[in-house]
């Protein structure tokens, strides 16, 4: 069974830096997307960054300010988040539509179970 854990969640002051990373563990033969998704109190889930292959893609709020990457030898991807605003409180969630396994099967919607992300002073 695939699985998807985050880390590197935590407090941080207004401007500071955090690095997310998500490791994706199972019998896996390839990943195409991977991304990151937040979540905030009384808000919808919504789209931070994704990365297929070497094409990135971000929302409008975090453009210049966050970078997505990814080492597909270690299943990983990683969301490195400067200049950080409080507006960036939520909940971070990996997320991959599609994971090809060993078995040839694939397993859809997949979802990791967050990192908390605050940024206060």
């Known amino acids: 069974q695939v699985q998807l854990v985050e880390s590197g969640g935590g407090l941080v002051q207004p401007g500071g830096s955090l690095r997310l990373s998500c490791v994706a563990s199972?019998?896996?033969?390839?990943?195409?997307?991977m991304g990151w998704y937040r979540q905030a109190p009384g808000k919808q889930r919504e789209l931070v960054a994704s990365i297929t292959g070497g094409m990135t893609n971000y929302a409008d709020s975090v453009k210049g300010r966050f970078t997505i990457s990814r080492d597909n030898a270690k299943k990983t991807v990683y969301l490195q988040m400067n200049n950080l605003k409080p507006e960036d409180t939520a909940v971070y969630h990996c997320y991959s539509p599609r994971i090809v396994t060993m078995r040839g099967t694939s397993e859809y919607d997949n979802w990791g179970q967050g990192t908390q992300v605050t940024v206060s002073s």
């Open positions: 199972g019998s896996i033969l390839s990943i195409a997307t």
